[in-house]
């Protein structure tokens, strides 16, 4: 088996380098991505749940946004045969939105996260990475480093806020 490169760097086409670029794109970055959107989910819903209460979509969301996200849910009510994102609408959107409630609502999070302005600065850092990796692309080894930093500081902003507020999944 051929060792783990991008496979669109090859001079020749091998199937066996696909399989192990995937491989290696999966085990290396996906899952630090999985983990930092679905985090920056829960602390969203965590965070407006308890300063807004549970109906904190319809108030702090921007109507455009929920459209968005009730488009994106119809689809998949329309196709039941396939798996759902979830069942709060926060499943329904893409990391840019997450950084555009945040920016909405930084008020609310400012308690939480001091400098709002830099963290959501460093969600855009990763958005384009991250990106690339959602269309089955491979990251460089600059957008690689980026999403381990930014995955290890998610860790820690949850581990702090698991102390501070009671998380809780949408």
């Given at each position: 088996m051929p060792a783990a490169s991008d496979f669109r760097l090859a001079s020749a086409f091998d199937l066996s380098r696909v399989d192990t670029s995937g491989r290696n794109v999966g085990r290396s970055v996906y899952w630090k991505l999985y983990v930092i959107e679905n985090v920056m989910r829960v602390i969203i819903h965590?965070?407006?749940?308890?300063?807004?209460?549970?109906?904190?979509?319809?108030?702090?969301?921007?109507?455009?946004?929920?459209?968005?996200?009730?488009?994106?849910?119809?689809?998949?009510?329309?196709?039941?045969?396939?798996?759902?994102?979830?069942?709060?609408?926060?499943?329904?959107?893409?990391?840019?939105?997450?950084?555009?409630?945040?920016?909405?609502?930084?008020?609310?999070?400012?308690?939480?996260?001091?400098?709002?302005?830099?963290?959501?600065?460093?969600?855009?850092?990763?958005?384009?990475?991250?990106?690339?990796?959602?269309?089955?692309?491979?990251?460089?080894q600059t957008d690689r480093q980026r999403i381990d930093v930014f995955y290890k500081d998610v860790r820690l902003l949850a581990a702090h806020l698991a102390v501070s507020l009671q998380l809780s999944t949408p």
């Open positions: 965590s965070v407006l749940s308890t300063q807004l209460g549970p109906n904190w979509w319809s108030l702090a969301v921007d109507a455009t946004l929920q459209k968005k996200a009730q488009r994106f849910r119809s689809t998949y009510t329309s196709s039941p045969w396939h798996s759902s994102p979830g069942t709060h609408e926060i499943y329904y959107i893409d990391l840019a939105d997450l950084n555009e409630i945040v920016r909405a609502n930084s008020n609310h999070f400012l308690p939480i996260i001091p400098d709002v302005d830099q963290w959501m600065a460093r969600v855009e850092q990763v958005r384009l990475p991250r990106n690339v990796v959602a269309h089955m692309n491979w990251p460089n």
